[in-house]
């Protein structure tokens, strides 16, 4: 699957945000967490970033593996969409929101066919 660029640009440019209520729940977590989960938010739909190019985007190219670990923790899934965020070798990895890896690759395939966010439609 291909990244897409202008993740950042595209939330912008269509007053995507982050729900309000998710923001404040977030500042009972490490901020490390906050940055990965606010990054993975601008992946766009039908697109998706490895565990290392998530690293790369918040400035920490070594932490592919941390990057890892604080979606593991993500308690917004599928709202912050950790399940666009995949391995280097192309396989998903894991996903910790409800009904497992099953739900990640029935998101990803919905999300890629029609370019709609799986989160608000399924």
């Known amino acids: 699957m291909k990244t897409k660029s202008n993740s950042l640009e595209w939330n912008k440019g269509n007053n995507r945000k982050i729900p309000k209520n998710i923001v404040e729940k977030m500042k009972d977590y490490p901020d490390f967490y906050v940055k990965v989960w606010k990054a993975c938010f601008e992946i766009f739909p039908g697109e998706t970033l490895t565990y290392k190019q998530l690293a790369k985007k918040i400035g920490m190219p070594k ?25 280097s070798d192309g396989k998903m990895g894991g996903y910790s ?3 497992g890896i099953n739900k990640k690759l029935k998101m990803l395939k919905y999300e890629k066919k029609t370019g709609k966010n799986a989160s608000m439609d399924l």
């Open 63 to 87: 932490a592919a593996r941390a990057v890892g670990n604080a979606l593991s923790k993500n308690p917004f899934a599928p709202i912050i969409p950790c399940h666009r965020v995949i391995r």
């Open 97 to 99: 929101g409800p009904c």
